[in-house]
């Protein structure tokens, strides 16, 4: 793989990953064979950003798990009010490295 090519994937999506995962996503982004690439590009990657804002305007909702695809904790999300707007705080420190962390198994799939 070109590396240039690699380094422009990082750089335009580095928001998506946890920091600490980008050099292990460059080293195998680099040994991918080119007919991997457009595949790779095609990933649908959530942005963390706008996942958080759902969570904050309709967490109670589980609407933010839903997107992530938690689909069985956004239905327990759902019957729970947020559990009692407990659970749906909780989500708004954690849902955006939740959202890095469903990216990079999105993304080891095609890796492997």
């Known amino acids: 793989m070109d590396s240039q090519k690699v380094d422009l994937y990082l750089m335009t999506n580095a928001k998506f990953f946890q920091p600490q995962h980008l050099n292990y996503i460059r080293e195998r982004l680099l040994l ?59 989500d708004w420190f954690l849902i955006m490295d939740l959202t890095r962390q469903k990216n990079m198994e999105k993304l080891q799939q095609f890796l492997q």
């Open 32 to 90: 991918l064979d080119e007919s991997k690439w457009f595949m790779i590009q095609g990933i649908d990657l959530k942005d963390p950003t706008t996942i958080l804002i759902v969570s904050i305007v309709a967490g109670s909702l589980g609407i933010d798990r839903f997107m992530i695809g938690d689909t069985g904790l956004g239905v327990a999300k759902l019957l729970t009010c947020g559990g009692l707007g407990i659970w749906a705080l909780i």
